[in-house]
């Protein structure tokens, strides 16, 4: 069985949308499907890439491309503020999330949380409210944000995707072939149904 | 009947990708595809935005991404060599093909030469052959590339590409709505398709 490394933070609208589509996709080809949450941030950082909006023009077609994808995906889609938010916490609770089996529900809805409704998922609260609406100890789960293994974890991800190639999100592994951005998901699939004949 | 103003570079590997399957898109929704060179070089100075391959992991995903983009549209691909080439004398060329009625037929003649073939279209002899395989004359068109209102028109387009948002290439505008590369012919052809109905 093949499996797809998704790694993803909540704070790029491009891994928002493949989101809302890699599931079904993983299923219609029979490929696991792994969350694999990663600072973008500091794998920019690591590249020497930038984010679309640095070009204002690129910025401005962005936000109506976004729309476009929406409304062909049939996805809420809300520009969120603040933008960028800062995510570290968010991505560590998606950490400990998994620990309690419940990593794809959070990530699912974290993502939606930003993108899909315009919440400051920068705001602890929100993270928190987050964390309840997929049945877990919000409190019990924030505090464990703060151990070290945790943000070791988080660093260690993200550290592995830049080795493995990545430089933006999403970043999609099939073995050690990248499939970057949610348009690219024709590729993957393409890619995987060819893996499976 | 809806236009489709294709601006194209044939230094642009995603460019060549779209022209190989644009006329059958413009075709099946029934618009008129326009074919505008313009200076992608310019367009990034005036923009900021720099090619991907500045960034190194970018550019190495680059090269596998457009493998398998040719595979999944069994098209040619043969990276060349310069890259990237100097492409404004195709480009004059280009316009001067337009005003003889053979500006697809060059268009996307120039595109297949530098990318599907590896030929080096710096080379004035290279761009001489192309123009006689679109039935031209060759020496008058290398010719007429040194009028002024030839070098002024490639000047034009690409400052009207750029006032328009356009940031990198293949830029496509259906009225002010800019599409934005090979990976969004989707969204190109569902917009065509639902102002048709």
Redesign the interface.
Known sequence: MATIEFFWDPVSPYTYLASTRLPALASDVGARLLYRPFFLGGVMQA????PPA?????G??MM??LQ??AR?YDVPLQPPEPFPAKTILALRAALVADEQAVGEAYAQAIMRAYWGEGRDISDAGVVAAVLRDVGLDAEAVLADTQREDIKAALKRNTEEA?ER????APSLFVGE??F??N??L??LR??LAASAR
């Open positions: 590249t020497g890439n930038r640095t070009v204002p023009s690129k401005r077609y109506a491309d476009m994808w062909s830049v190639g990545a430089f933006g072939q990248l970057w951005g348009d690219r024709d590729l393409q890619h």
